[in-house]
């Protein structure tokens, strides 16, 4: 499944069912006020990519062809730049202004890498981005670990495809590659770009975050006209799980906030570990 942007849900729908996971989950601490929510108040979180645990996240390293700086239409896009950034110079100021620093680049293409480095580094340039994870499985020992507050923590389980419905962003399923992303200032147009450039640099990490089996929701737009908290409907939650560990006044807690705000009917499960350390669950409402 690629990763979707679309004007009408209608455009996705059908390829959501048959492509994506069906139910998504989010584990989360009840020992964390803010995690709380995700439950309570049937709110989730758009992170920062600077706030998340990869720190390439949605900046991986990337590679460039060299050759393309020596391409006109290079040229001619950096003409187009000049236009928006120097607009207080003439026409032809601006030409000799492109000229000049084309020339350069095509003499030191290092200046390029070093200047996506230091835009990468810089934290203002991605504040309009937002990152909110899910996971394809409720039993992934490593996420309850990590994320579930070493199974002391739950989880709720999101219907894909009414979650994708209301929430406001696009979405696909996280791609695991340790190849370099390959950047072209050309992409759009070559219209061989995607059969050859296969990754996504929203969508890409490195083989290390395999273990998350993402699925991610993620919106460019957070101070326009999204913002990083967002509701969602209780008809679109599937399941919730608790994890083993948790502890019995946490847990009744948990079930009295599911009482409250919850169909009747919704299935509750347990986390269940055997003797070979592998999760599974038992049915408990």
Known sequence: MRPKVFKDFSEVEDDIRKNAPPVVYKYRSWDDKFHKGLLKNKVVWFSHPFDLNDPLDVRPEAIFDNSEF???RYFKKMLLGADSIFPEMSKHQRFLKAKAQWEEIKANPGIVIQNMKNWN????????????????????????????????GFCIGFKTVEFCRKINSGFGIVKYDDTPYMHSFLAELD??????HKLDPLYTKKKIWVHE???????????????????????????IIIG??????????????????????????????????????????
């Open 244 to 285: 083993n560990e948790i502890n019995g006044e946490d847990q009744r807690m948990i079930m009295k906030n599911i009482e409250e705000n919850y169909p009747p009917n919704l299935p509750i499960y347990k986390i269940d570990k055997n003797n070979l350390h592998c999760l599974g669950r038992i049915r408990i409402r």
């Open 70 to 72: 020596y391409d006109d």
């Open 121 to 152: 580094s810089n934290r203002n340039n991605f504040d309009r981005i937002g990152v909110f994870s899910t996971c394809s499985s409720g039993t992934n020992i490593k996420m309850w670990e990590e994320y579930g507050n070493f199974h002391k």
């Open 191 to 196: 219209i061989d770009y995607d059969e050859v």
């Open 213 to 239: 089996q993402e699925f991610r929701f993620i919106t460019v737009g957070i101070g326009e006209d999204v913002n990083r908290l967002q509701s969602f409907d209780k008809e679109s939650v599937e399941e």
